[in-house]
């Protein structure tokens, strides 16, 4: 390993340059979803003011209503989850209000991970802890005339509600001078419950509550039912002795799924553990942390209309956002509001996982080496792989496992037997649709329509007291029923962990599981069948939420043409399943071509004179939809600059649909920018820098929000707040959808590392889609455990330096074109290299740079 290095490339600021994304405001946010973001990927919150207080809603991945097996939330974003609890510091009792437009400053340190807002005589700072479940807050009073402070802990809810067979029950108490708030959720054999402790240092405070007995001793207690009689008082307060200077208020929390665990006591030793240890220790921890979390990698652009530092300045904040809210846990966040919904518990689009939503949030993770924001991820995914080989079977009369679309945190719900059976009828279309019994009418009746197992459902209704739906007139085709390359695109991801990190204990126990159970999945599944052409093709599946009851939807499609090569890949790699090998083997071997415009029943055709492009399916389909796709340009790196070489076909049709889609948009890409979209993405796959450009400020800018925006009118018509987050999905949605499809895409226009094709040997591509006013520098991760440093001036490629941290073979598509290429280590030892394609071995540590030969 080489200790020293003899290269002399440009040193990082990594504070300067981290803190070009810090949020300034010198004014207050009138909506609190424009609050200032904190968060340690399992305890978050946004932090915003009225004109007396500071404001939170301390949120959690760990607290779930119910689960999937609930039959209580059968109305659409009704199921609720994540929150914990209220919180206010109200500085004001008769006095002057501390908080104004015109006295305020508000600044969010994100290479610290520290928020401070200054109000009238009051300040503050605001940290959630990197190591412990727990926000520090410190409070410094100036005022001439120092008032009580007093710190309100806030129930979500009334105190004891009840839903069906579900119930949520919130209890207030005081212990060791500190105000907690505990809630129980249960519905049959589930149970969840959170806490949430308050307690300060430096000050003194005395814990009040306005029920009978101040809220020393439980009212009510000799109570047998619930709801009747329920208490009244929703809030507790730690009263702070009025004085000049500082003191501190530390704010833990706690969830578990045991009802024997005691996560009062969980929290209460929380806050215990902040006060004994002090505010600046723990901050001090805190900050090392984040400070270390930027030296990971970089990316930092300019460029003379600014749009550059425009993109940049996302890229960092996207960053940001996700070490606060994916790290340390067992689950991801919610797409929708992640740990940072300011407005109680109800979401649109409910408590569930949406794949097509949350997977934006990670697509740029491995890039920027931050592999442990990954990881809750994985967890969740594989901790429901039980579930979802039941769930095969019982609904598609399949092996392998399936997980749907949307999903509930710990999988899908075990059906009675005849259920299951009449689904699978149903289905897989071996039943008309009009011959549904009562009985499972009534089971679905019970079952939230979001989900993908019941997306059937459409709009509900309630007539003569009863809920009923109205379906969409497509047999068992919802929105999500029929999606599979979902599960795919999961699988993938646990594939491309391993691309980057090269982890054989990773691929064994984690990763091969999920590839091998989607592709025993396809290998089995009803419909998909081997025609007299001698090609497998899939029946009755969607795409995208369209083309119901298709053939060969792009959907399926691009999952199988992924999943199969990268389960013979992983096997051989593995040293296993020899048999299932040759099976995957002779399906993918005789798998039907994605779906074309060139085909006959293609649900788009293109002129003979012209060139084909990728399309939704073939038909008939029952919605009658009729499109292009650009999904072979964003999945399984079916097709990228790499194709070209190895399959110059796929890689032409890709070309072609863009060309398409450009007309489309009458050559206007900012026209197609939406928050969800990835075109931005495949335009950089496809080398496409400006057309990147174009999309990504759009994206970014959110120049279509009034079309796209599910609830654009519910939530205020806002495009973005201060905090540059959006609400594109809905009320307490809160979103970096559009931050996670920028960060990906600057990623691919600056650094690629992909493979010709799914399982193939991965190339590194240096600056394939970067516009050409743009100057930047980079570091990021590739697959093989290498670290690619460069940077583009005007143009030109000054060096490329490459960290070999696993050692191994190093592919790289030549910077220069054909130009000869020096190749140095750390040692000044050279050598010539010739080609477009550059390869060389390399030692786990070993450092090379390479520059253009002179």
């Not at 939330?73 to 501390?98: L, T």
């Not at 991801?332 to 949350?358: I, Q, T």
């Not at 719900?413 to 289905?427: C, F, H, N, T, V």
């Not at 109205?470 to 919802?478: K, L, N, P, S, T």
Request: aromatic content about 12%.
């Amino acid at each position: 390993m080489f200790v020293k290095t003899a290269f002399n490339h440009p040193k990082i600021d990594y504070a300067e340059l981290v803190s070009r994304a810090d949020l300034h405001y010198e004014h207050t946010v009138k909506r609190s979803e424009g609050g200032l973001p904190l968060g340690n990927g399992k305890m978050g919150s946004l932090l915003w003011t009225s004109p007396s207080a500071l404001k939170f809603q301390v949120n959690r991945v760990d607290v779930y209503a119910n689960d999937c097996n609930t039959n209580s939330f059968n109305q659409r974003h009704s199921d609720y989850a994540y929150a914990s609890g209220f919180v206010d510091i109200d500085f004001v009792d008769y006095g002057e209000d501390v908080f104004h437009d015109h006295g305020i400053k508000q600044h969010l340190h994100l290479f610290d991970g520290l928020a401070k807002i200054a109000g009238e005589g009051v300040q503050a700072e605001v940290f959630a802890s990197a190591h412990q479940d727990v926000f520090g807050v410190r409070v410094q009073d100036e005022r001439v005339d120092p008032q009580g402070i007093n710190i309100k802990l806030k129930m979500m809810r009334p105190a004891e509600v009840v839903t069906k067979n579900h119930s949520a029950i919130s209890a207030l108490s005081m212990r060791d001078g500190m105000i907690v708030l505990k809630q129980e959720f249960r519905e049959g054999g589930y149970y969840c419950s959170s806490a949430v402790a308050i307690g300060i240092n430096g000050r003194a405070a005395k814990a009040r509550m306005n029920d009978e007995l101040g809220g020393r001793m439980p009212v009510g207690s000799f109570r047998e039912s619930q709801v009747i009689g329920q208490p009244n008082e929703t809030e507790m307060r730690l009263c702070v002795k009025p004085g000049l200077g500082i003191f501190d208020i530390f704010i833990g929390s706690a969830a578990s799924f045991d009802e024997h665990e005691d996560v009062v006591e969980t929290a209460i030793r929380t806050v215990q553990q902040a006060i004994t240890a002090g505010y600046d220790r723990l901050f001090q921890e805190h900050k090392t942390w984040w400070n270390r979390f930027w030296e990971k990698s970089y990316i930092r652009l300019s460029s003379e209309d600014n749009s550059a530092e425009t993109v940049e300045q996302h890229y960092t904040y996207y960053l940001y956002l996700m070490a606060s809210n994916s790290r340390g846990g067992q689950f991801p966040p919610n797409f929708g509001g992640m740990l940072l919904s300011p407005r109680g518990d109800l979401r649109h689009w409910g408590a569930m996982h949406w794949w097509n939503n949350m997977n934006l949030y990670y697509n740029a993770v491995l890039p920027s080496g931050h592999n442990e924001l990954f990881q809750p991820y994985f967890n969740m995914y594989s901790s429901m792989l039980d579930s979802c080989a039941t769930a095969a079977k019982q609904q598609w009369d399949s092996d392998g496992i399936y997980i749907p679309e949307v999903v509930t945190f710990n999988g899908m719900e075990e059906l009675p037997e005849a259920i299951a059976a009449e689904m699978r009828d149903l289905y897989l279309v071996r039943k008309p649709w009009d011959q549904m019994t009562d009985r499972f009418r009534e089971f679905a009746y019970s079952k939230r329509p979001h989900e993908s197992r019941w997306n059937w459902k459409y709009h509900e209704k309630y007539v003569d007291g009863k809920l009923v739906y109205v379906e969409r007139d497509y047999g068992a085709f919802g929105f999500t029923t029929h999606m599979f390359a979902s599960q795919v695109g999961i699988a993938y991801h646990f594939w491309m962990y391993f691309e980057y990190t090269k982890d054989e204990a990773w691929l064994r126990e984690r990763a091969y599981p999920m590839i091998k159970g989607v592709a025993e999945f396809f290998r089995h599944f009803p419909n998909l069948r081997k025609g007299a052409d001698g090609s497998y093709h899939i029946y009755n599946t969607t795409s995208d939420e369209k083309y119901y009851g298709g053939q060969n939807t792009m959907d399926s499609m691009a999952g199988m043409h992924t999943i199969f090569p990268v389960a013979l890949k992983a096997s051989e790699i593995l040293s296993v399943d020899e048999d299932l090998s040759a099976a995957w083997k002779e399906i993918y071997e005789h798998l039907a071509p994605l779906p074309r415009s060139d085909h006959p029943d293609a649900v788009l055709r293109t002129q003979e004179n012209e060139p084909a492009v990728w399309v939704g399916s073939l038909g008939p389909v029952l919605d009658n939809k009729s499109g292009i796709s650009l999904k072979p340009g964003a999945f399984g790196n079916l097709s990228s600059l790499e194709t070209q070489y190895e399959n110059p076909e796929m890689y032409e049709t890709t070309l072609a649909t863009m060309k398409y889609q450009e007309a489309l948009l009458d050559h206007d890409w900012s026209r197609g920018a939406s928050e969800m979209s990835s075109t931005a993405r495949v335009l950089a796959h496809m080398g496409l820098a400006e057309p990147f450009k174009e999309f990504v400020l759009a994206q970014l800018a959110c120049v279509n929000a009034e079309r796209e925006y599910c609830y654009f009118a519910d939530t205020g018509r806002v495009k973005f707040y201060d905090n540059r987050l959006t609400v594109r999905e809905g009320v307490n949605c809160i979103s970096i959808q559009r931050l996670g499809n920028a960060a990906s895409a600057l990623q691919a226009a600056l650094c690629q590392s992909q493979p010709p094709g799914p399982g193939k040997e991965s190339v590194i591509r240096l600056f394939p889609a970067c516009p050409a006013d743009w100057n930047a520098e980079m570091s990021l991760w590739c697959h093989g455990g290498f670290i690619v440093a460069s940077a583009i001036q005007s143009g030109i490629i000054p060096y490329v330096k490459i960290t070999s941290t696993l050692g191994g073979m190093c592919r790289v598509r030549n910077p220069w074109g054909e130009a000869d290429v020096f190749l140095q280590n750390a040692e000044g030892e050279k050598k010539v290299m010739k080609g477009s394609l550059l390869e060389f071995n390399t030692l786990k540590g070993e450092e090379f740079e390479l520059c253009r030969f002179s």
